[in-house]
T-cell receptor
Framework: DARVTQTPRHKVTEMGQEVTMRCQPILGHNTVFWYRQTMMQGLELLAYFRNRAPLDDSGMPKDRFSAEMPDATLATLKIQPSEPRDSAVYFC???????????????FGPGTRLTVL | GQQLNQSPQSMFIQEGEDVSMNCTSS?????WLWYKQDPGEGPVLLIALYKAGELTSNGRLTAQFGITRKDSFLNISASIPSDVGIYFCAGPNAGGTSYGKLTFGQGTILTVHP
């Protein structure tokens, strides 16, 4: 049963601390997306990768957020330093795209619920 | 940018009733996706639509790709308590089809009373 996995599922930290969230995309998928979900803003796209290369991170606060794919099986989202307004649920999703072909479906992980005190 | 408007924003229904929700766009989409999010979980893909006029079923769920390509509908028949959750429509961004980037609707919150 192929699924996107995310760790940790829950994280409580104090303002100013570094937070790292991890995602393992579905094996064979070549696109990875990071989303943030809040009651006020809904689902916001933060960054996405294709074949491990970052294609767009315009949705991400550059001064404190960074996203990387060290290899095809791991994507990370880091916040440093964290602030209370970063409290949200962070989702990773994966899919498959070729240059001109491929589906638009994205498959979501269970999310990381982040609370910054 | 592209926007997807979902309606209604929320629904309160009795178990056994049918449910209908829709999603409209100001621009043409070539794909419509419907997701369901259970409390505390990530969105799960329910149905994908790729052709205008397409009608696709998944159990008690039926979704249609509008002929104008600017709207889509999701129907749930004979609702049960486990249908509770948030339903999202989504479609690929204009100019972003080669990247698979999606625009999501605001969601429809469904509550089913036993």
């Amino acid at each position: 049963d192929a699924r996107v996995t995310q760790t940790p599922r829950h994280k409580v930290t104090e303002m100013g601390q570094e937070v790292t969230m991890r995602c393992q995309p579905i094996l064979g998928h070549n696109t990875v997306f990071w989303y943030r979900q809040t009651m006020m803003q809904g689902l916001e796209l933060l960054a996405y990768f294709r074949n491990r290369a970052p294609l767009d991170d315009s949705g991400m606060p550059k001064d404190r957020f960074s996203a990387e794919m060290p290899d095809a099986t791991l994507a990370t989202l880091k916040i440093q330093p964290s602030e209370p307004r970063d409290s949200a649920v962070y989702f990773c999703a994966s899919g498959w795209r070729g240059d001109t072909l491929g589906h638009n479906e994205q498959f979501f992980g269970p999310g990381t619920r982040l609370t910054v005190l | 940018g592209q926007q997807l408007n979902q309606s209604p924003q929320s629904m309160f229904i009795q178990e056994g009733e049918d449910v209908s929700m829709n999603c409209t766009s100001s621009s043409i989409f070539n794909t419509w996706l419907w997701y369901k999010q259970d409390p505390g979980e990530g969105p799960v893909l329910l149905i994908a639509l790729y052709k205008a006029g397409e009608l696709t079923s998944n159990g008690r769920l039926t979704a249609q790709f509008g002929i104008t390509r600017k709207d889509s509908f999701l129907n749930i028949s004979a609702s049960i308590p486990s249908d509770v959750g948030i339903y999202f429509c989504a479609g690929p961004n204009a100019g972003g089809t080669s990247y698979g980037k999606l625009t999501f609707g605001q969601g429809t919150i469904l509550t089913v009373h036993p």
